[in-house]
Nanobody, 125 residues
């Protein structure tokens, strides 16, 4: 199976930017649809963004449209989430996820069978 490890989280002021990385190993992510989710304390895990194998099909949650950018570098076996204009409500643990489907982007957590451990993002007001 594929193993996923997130990095790049930290503390940032509101309005700032942060870039998260998801490094995959064990399998090439060229064979996977990749997604980012986040989960705040006491809340359910929610979809943030998804990207198909080639990066020509991308889907964002309404809450992050225009602020976040998902991208992938299959040669580096890495997926990124560029987060701009961060708000305190963006504070959460951010998870990288994968589904062994090259095209369809699912927005429900159950669609993804592989998950990383998560990286904490905290946005101060």
């Amino acid at each position: 199976q594929v193993q996923l490890v997130e990095s790049g989280g930290g503390l940032v002021q509101a309005g700032g930017s942060l870039r998260l990385s998801c490094a995959a190993s064990g399998r090439t992510i060229s064979n996977y649809v990749m997604g980012w989710f986040r989960q705040a304390p006491g809340k359910e895990r929610e979809f943030v963004a998804g990207i198909n194998w080639s990066g020509d099909d991308i889907y964002y949650a309404d809450s992050v449209k225009g602020r976040f950018t998902i991208s992938r570098d299959n040669a580096k076996n890495t997926v990124y989430l560029e987060m701009n204009s961060l708000k305190p409500e963006d504070t959460a643990v951010y998870y990288c996820a994968a589904n062994r489907n090259r095209e369809f982007i699912g927005s429900h957590p159950n669609y993804y069978g592989y998950w990383g451990q998560g990286t904490q993002v905290t946005v101060s007001s």
